[in-house]
């Protein structure tokens, strides 16, 4: 019943976005929707350029309702959509829902360009990576989540002030692809090198380490 429940809503929410099929700023057919508090439907590319502008930011480009700094959060929730279908779905409908769900991760860390930071595109590349890693291992994508991982990886070790947890999860991300493609014997030594490794974290992540280590060992 909860699952016939969240696909009635979901056809209710593209019924939504369908009636308003055109977007107001690019007057092309809505792109990646994103819904507004006021009820306004917008491409997410476009409202994100709207508020990098000075007399965009914080309004919505109809009513000029007040939306502040919201279009991060509402963006990963239908990229949450995206990766719930993606799973439920098969051939070429599956591969439509995971190439927006990864597009809608990099239209929700454009959102960033709001804040300015010296930093900014390093910071930014690095985001992208780790939030893509995730949403990989969210659709099963094992041999994606390795090679987005080696590269999230490679930019880290090139670049200071990395969040410590945003590595250590990224690594237990990696391990756990190896762990999914039987490739026991990587995956044993990667999680044998995160035990050793992430001694002062080990509290938050020791138990899926010890899980992982005891089922490369016995499968």
């Known amino acids: 019943m909860e699952e016939k429940r969240k696909e009635e809503e979901e056809v209710q929410d593209e019924d939504e976005i369908k009636k308003d099929g055109e977007c107001a700023m690019c007057l092309e057919e809505i ?14 590319q476009c409202l994100i350029h709207y508020q990098t502008t000075n007399l965009g ?15 991060g ?3 990963s929730e239908q990229m ?26 990099d239209a929700a860390l454009n959102n960033q360009s709001l804040f300015e930071s010296q930093h900014y595109k390093d910071s930014l590349q690095i985001a ?5 890693v995730s949403v990989l291992g969210k659709l099963n994508m094992y041999r994606e989540v390795i090679d987005t991982a080696d590269e999230f990886m490679h930019l880290c070790a090139n670049t200071h002030d ?4 945003w590595i250590i999860e990224t690594r237990v991300a990696k ?13 044993l030594d990667m999680f044998k090198l995160l035990y050793e ?18 089922r490369a060992q016995y499968e």
């Open 128 to 132: 992208t990576l780790f939030t893509k």
């Open 175 to 187: 391990a756990n692809a190896h762990l999914n493609l039987e490739e026991w014997q990587t995956a």
């Open 80 to 105: 949450n959509v995206y990766i719930e279908r993606a799973k439920r779905s098969h051939g070429a409908e599956r591969e439509v829902y995971v190439n927006l769900a990864l597009r809608q991760c």
């Open 197 to 214: 490794d992430c001694k002062e974290q080990r509290g938050k992540y020791c138990s899926t380490i010890v899980a992982g280590i005891s």
């Open 73 to 75: 959060k509402k963006t």
């Open 162 to 165: 990395v969040d410590v947890e």
């Open 57 to 71: 930011k914080g309004s919505c480009p109809n009513c000029r309702g007040g939306i502040h700094k919201e279009i």
């Open 31 to 44: 792109e990646l929707p994103i819904s507004l508090e006021c009820g306004h439907v917008f491409c997410v």
